[in-house]
């Protein structure tokens, strides 16, 4: 794909994931639960990290997962931001759901 093809394709990208707008009254994450997931998992959830690594179950990075409620990840994608949406790997944070249950 040709440079600017694919800068198009992430602007559409992330206006497309952006337009919907999220109820906080719905969701059982919250955004501080998100934050610390963000922080504590970073290394594994960074779109410039190709290695693909699985935490330890004890690890600071699954406490964090385990303190949302039903472990639901799903909830955590949902509170991401834009810019957040770019530089975190929604799959990857969806799979932490998995690797810390």
């Known amino acids: 794909m040709l440079p ?15 337009v919907h707008q999220v109820n906080s009254d719905e969701l ?5 639960q998100k934050e610390a997931i963000l922080s504590k998992c970073e290394h594994i959830l960074t779109r410039g990290s190709f290695a693909i ?3 330890r179950k004890g690890s ?7 303190d ?3 472990i639901d990840m ?5 509170l991401l931001t834009c810019q957040e949406g ?16």
């Open 28 to 32: 059982v994450c919250t955004e501080k």
């Open 68 to 70: 949302v409620p039903h």
């Open 86 to 101: 770019m530089e975190y790997v929604g799959t990857r944070i969806l799979k932490l759901q998995h690797d810390c249950s």
């Open 53 to 55: 690594i699985k935490p």
């Open 60 to 66: 600071e990075c699954c406490v964090k997962v385990r």
């Open 4 to 18: 600017g093809k694919a800068a198009v394709f992430l602007l559409l990208l992330c206006s497309v994931v952006c």
């Open 74 to 78: 799903n909830c955590i994608v949902k």
